[in-house]
């Protein structure tokens, strides 16, 4: 499959980066990448760099060992490629995958600090075991890879991990999945960050997580109720 064949996941991570943006959760320095498997699985989209002002024309194809199919890598997209084909390696359930440095959230990275399940709406949303730690390497070095691996294998239920001294990584299922994960990420650390001046922030008892899940599920299956 060619670039010009991929326009609706152009589009879908292009609006993905706009909710992020309009979220304010990119970061101050508005840099990052994103990254969306094509519909074969065989191969991803990748964007990088200030994402306020990405294009449809700037969309790299990339297999999943790193290499280049299609387009023109720019040395930044090619040192954080395989920040993405780890995510598509370790977690079968990623269909997309975005990195950025979002103020909360990396201030927790800087602290060498993960996040526990202490807020609801990440039970609801897939991160009833927090945001794992991932240790510091060099950026786009092997051994920063190898850590991520095993941040993203340390948990079966979860949609980001921070990056030590960098930042955060999400992934989920589609480009806005992968978006929301950012932001409920962002809004987890930020709580977390405020209740650290009251006493802290008190994980959610695992059985009670167990109950939010199966609460969640009961919903969802019911559907839409019409009267």
Same mark, same amino acid.
């Given at each position: 499959?060619?670039?010009?064949d991929l326009?609706?996941?152009?589009?879908?991570?292009?609006?993905?980066i706009?909710a992020?943006e309009k979220?304010g959760?990119?970061?101050?320095? =508005?840099?990052g990448?994103?990254?969306?498997?094509?519909?074969?699985?065989?191969?991803f989209?990748l964007?990088g760099g200030?994402?306020?002002? %990405?294009?449809?024309?700037?969309?790299?194809l990339?297999?999943l060992?790193?290499?280049? %199919?299609?387009?023109?890598m720019t040395?930044?997209?090619?040192?954080? %490629?395989?920040?993405h084909?780890?995510?598509y390696?370790?977690?079968?359930?990623?269909?997309?995958?975005v990195? %950025?440095?979002?103020?909360?959230g990396t201030?927790?990275?800087?602290a060498? +600090?993960p996040?526990?399940c202490s807020y609801?709406?990440m039970?609801?949303?897939?991160?009833?075991?927090?945001?794992?730690l991932?240790?510091?390497?060099?950026?786009?070095?092997?051994?920063s890879?190898?850590?991520?691996a095993?941040?993203?294998?340390?948990? =079966?239920?979860?949609?980001a991990v921070?990056?030590?001294?960098?930042?955060?990584?999400?992934?989920?299922?589609?480009?806005?999945?992968?978006?929301?994960s950012?932001?409920?990420?962002?809004?987890?650390? +930020?709580?977390?960050? +405020?209740?650290?001046t009251?006493?802290?922030?008190?994980?959610i008892?695992?059985?009670?997580?167990?109950?939010?899940?199966?609460?969640?599920?009961v919903?969802e =299956?019911?559907?839409? +109720?019409?009267a």
């Amino acid at each position: 499959m060619a670039l010009k064949d991929l326009d609706v996941e152009k589009e879908a991570v292009l609006k993905a980066i706009d909710a992020i943006e309009k979220a304010g959760v990119m970061g101050i320095g =508005q840099h990052g990448n994103f990254s969306v498997l094509v519909p074969s699985g065989g191969a991803f989209l990748l964007v990088g760099g200030d994402m306020d002002s %990405v294009r449809k024309d700037d969309f790299v194809l990339v297999d999943l060992e790193g290499n280049l %199919v299609e387009g023109n890598m720019t040395a930044r997209e090619a040192e954080i %490629v395989h920040l993405h084909t780890v995510v598509y390696r370790n977690r079968p359930e990623a269909r997309s995958a975005v990195h %950025v440095h979002s103020t909360w959230g990396t201030t927790f990275a800087v602290a060498s +600090q993960p996040i526990e399940c202490s807020y609801e709406a990440m039970a609801r949303f897939n991160m009833t075991d927090g945001i794992p730690l991932a240790k510091y390497g060099p950026r786009g070095s092997d051994l920063s890879i190898e850590y991520i691996a095993d941040a993203l294998n340390s948990a =079966q239920d979860i949609r980001a991990v921070l990056m030590e001294h960098h930042g955060i990584l999400a992934f989920g299922p589609t480009p806005a999945e992968a978006a929301r994960s950012v932001m409920l990420v962002e809004a987890a650390a +930020q709580l977390a960050a +405020q209740a650290a001046t009251i006493g802290g922030a008190k994980p959610i008892p695992r059985e009670m997580l167990t109950a939010t899940v199966e609460r969640r599920d009961v919903f969802e =299956q019911a559907g839409i +109720q019409r009267a």
